[in-house]
């Protein structure tokens, strides 16, 4: 045993993961030269190219990809074991969210947990990735948002979405101000989900025969508004930073509920972690005044 290359194994494995020596460089704590050098090493002791590099990363070979299916499940194995007996920080906790939630919703309300538990630590994880409890033990809780169901977990449900016409201010002036009662003449744009569709259902508003444009990704569709091409419908949540600070517009006072909503999801390990009982009630709380808030049209 004492003969076998751990050390260069788990490095291979993360970089074969990753795709990039820098991403596993830091989470070995190495530098990505020493970290390069054993990768040569264990190339040179297996006689095998495992990677080909490339200006924006590395590449598993056909051999490279071998010994991952190889060996990859016994180190997760080995660090499963281990996880049991990881000492638990019952005063800190580590939440995975998406950096627009955190942004738009999460960070302006710190001030009142810091206020109501100071001897309390949240570690934010800032990723647009879906946390695998599993592959991710130091993760304690995530904000997920969706219909509630995520195997293997616990979901409390937080608050709901609500999605309103958008535009920006300059849009709005072009078109002579905000409209009276229909967005008829107005440019529209086709959003990821086909939410007009929704939206013409619940309000009667008949669509457009075309789109100004139709856009695939959310980021896109929202820059295009941003840069006044037309109307989109944004999650309330997602965009009320750039509504408070002026940058988009609410066209109407009608809102769409939508079915996905946002929760607060767990592994069972975290049941018994009492900064995650303390954070959640906390949350909880927060939850159910910001959706009062939105129901009564205020919030």
């Known amino acids: 045993m004492s003969r076998l290359p751990l050390g260069q194994l788990q490095g291979f494995v993360l970089v074969a993961r990753t795709g990039k020596l820098s991403l596993a460089a ?162 529209l744009l086709g959003d990821p989900s086909g939410r007009w569709n929704d939206w013409a259902e619940a309000f009667g508003m008949p669509l457009p025969s075309r789109y100004v444009a139709r856009f695939d990704n959310t980021e896109h569709l929202q820059r295009a508004v941003l840069e006044g091409m037309g109307v989109a419908l944004g999650r309330l949540v997602m965009a009320r930073s750039l509504i408070e600070c002026g940058a988009l517009t609410v066209l109407c006072k009608e809102r769409l509920r939508v079915a996905e909503a946002y929760y607060l999801v767990y592994p069972k390990r975290s049941e018994s972690h009492s900064g995650v009982a303390r954070f959640r009630d906390w949350l909880l709380g927060e939850a159910r005044e910001y959706e009062a808030g939105i129901t009564a049209g205020v919030a």
């Open 26 to 187: 830091e989470q070995l704590n190495l530098t990505v030269s020493a970290l390069s050098h054993q990768i040569r090493n264990l190339e040179e002791r297996l006689d095998r190219s495992l990677f080909e590099r490339g200006p924006r990363g590395v590449t598993l070979t056909a051999d490279g990809n071998n010994l991952l299916d190889s060996i990859g499940h016994h180190f997760d194995g080995i660090e499963h074991a281990l996880n049991r007996y990881a000492s638990r920080h019952q005063d800190t906790v580590t939440l995975s969210v998406l950096p627009s939630v955190a942004s738009s919703w999460l960070v302006p309300r710190l001030p009142r947990l810091v206020g109501a538990h100071p001897d309390l630590e949240l570690s934010l994880s800032s990723s647009v990735s879906v946390v695998d409890f599993d592959r991710e033990p130091t993760i304690d809780v995530a904000f997920r948002y969706g219909l509630g169901s995520w195997p293997r977990t616990k979901a409390d449900r937080l608050f709901g979405e609500y999605i309103v016409p958008i535009a920006s201010p300059s849009l709005v002036r072009k078109m002579g101000g905000l409209p009276d009662t229909s967005l008829a003449g107005w440019p």
